[in-house]
């Protein structure tokens, strides 16, 4: 997100300033009067001696009118915020400001409560919609369990991995190993390059138990870890960190726990990892316009006494209950709306500034969603729109085999990597919880079988200009007219 900084109010030179500046047009007209018959150094020295001292000092480079810690310090004591921190999503807050989350917080404690026993730790699987409080949940509470297991002489390791960004089981295994060098302050011990996984999973687990009595890994967007591989690399990874303990690879009690947005992802791992990754399976749902407000209410001390008017926290947890009751887009538009009021020099956040945060998330909710997703997902999306872009018929559902045949025929193209029908499908139905489109299943009469159906809740078109403004897929936009003909040659042969 980029961050807006209050605008100063104070200038140089700008046309108002040289307007009212004490010179007027007939005194400089004067002057150049004047000065017809001296040199140019005389003219122009004349009409300087003419400015007003304040001009003089705003164009001296070393004389500005105000500093820039002059105007960092103005900023700071006109803000609306006391502690901005807690209005960003990413922080780790206190339990006391854990809201509609009583179940799945008493789940994950009991969880873990052995560890300050010296017993043995079950894996967790938290999944639900983005934004439901699964990373609060889990951090805050491993935030406590390191601090009572100090008192009590255990160290507790807790390494955190967004599985996001790695590419392969390999990238995943050398971050997990620097994470856990990072935190203990030892040596990574392996090269990132030129040592095969294996090794590397073996200085992962000697870091481990000559530094933790026991360790939980945390393993956010697991999903997102697929590898170059139709056998997704995340089955590898849950498999190997899951029978860590049993092979005696790790001495002390250790427990994985995966997070995702994706509700069938056990469905996906394959039998190796299905039958030794067991986790107890905790479902966090949307938050409810109450909630939100809670939780907003909570964070209410983020702002100066009296910033906040009354319909400010109402009107913000509605707007967040629209969209699948993310608690992230509440805070987002909490800490916006502030930010809004301040650029108006305002010592109020108001409903107007809410509104405002609110366009603001419109005009760039896809934009921001779609061009931060993995390429795999990118290509798959694409091809989904392309279909009901270059279709010649009006197709108000976009057949899942039709966008199958588009992703291979893009992936070719561009020459990218190509994944299963199987791992296709959940690419596109995982935009469901981002309100990007909807699937259903439907049958297409006798004979004909039942099919798996998409439809759009974002234009195609703005999906397709977003998605070729990356680099990787970009290429594609020159072979508009072969895809537009590929997709009407597969439209027709599903149809007819």
Known sequence: MVKDSPESETGGNSPETMATDGSSQDTLQGVESSAQDQDDDDEYSSQEAQHTPAESESDDPENTSISIRERFQE?????????????????????????????????????????????????????????????????????????????????????????????????????????????????????????????????????????????????????????PYDDPAYSSLLYQLSRAENLGNIEGSVSVTALTNYTNFMQDLNSRAESSYNPDDIFFDDYDANQLRAILRNRKDAFKDGALTDDVVPLVAAFGSQTHGDARKAIDLFRWAGEFAERRGSETVEEEDVRSAQDKYDENRTLRHISGLATQKKLALYATAAVESFAKRDLSRIPAGVGWEIYKFVADRIDADQYSRETYVNNVTEQETYGILSSERRGRGRGRGVHMFFTLEEGADSIIQTIESDSRIGDIESDHEMLRSVVRTKVQAFYD
């Not at 206190?94 to 010296?118: C, F, M, S, T």
């Not at 620097?178 to 990132?192: F, I, K, N």
Request: proline residues 4%; hydrophobic residues 40%; aromatic residues 4%.
């Open 75 to 227: 900023s700071s004591s006109t803000s609306v915020f006391v502690d901005k921190d807690l209005v960003r999503p990413s922080t780790i807050i206190d339990e006391d400001r854990i809201v509609g989350r009583d179940k799945q917080l008493e789940r994950v404690i009991d969880n873990l409560r052995p560890a300050l026993e010296g017993g043995g730790l079950p894996n967790m699987l938290l999944n639900g919609p983005s934004g439901t409080g699964k990373s609060l949940i889990i951090n805050a509470v491993c935030k406590q369990v390191v601090d009572l297991c100090q008192s009590q002489d255990v160290t507790f390791g807790v390494v955190s991995l967004n599985c996001e960004a790695p590419k392969s089981l390999d990238r995943a295994v050398y971050r997990l190993v620097g994470e856990v060098a990072d935190d203990v302050g030892a040596e990574v011990g392996v090269p990132e390059s030129g040592v095969s996984t294996d090794r590397k999973f073996e200085r992962l687990f000697e870091l481990i138990n000559e530094n933790y009595d026991a360790v939980i890994f945390i393993l956010d967007e697991i999903d997102l870890l697929k590898g």
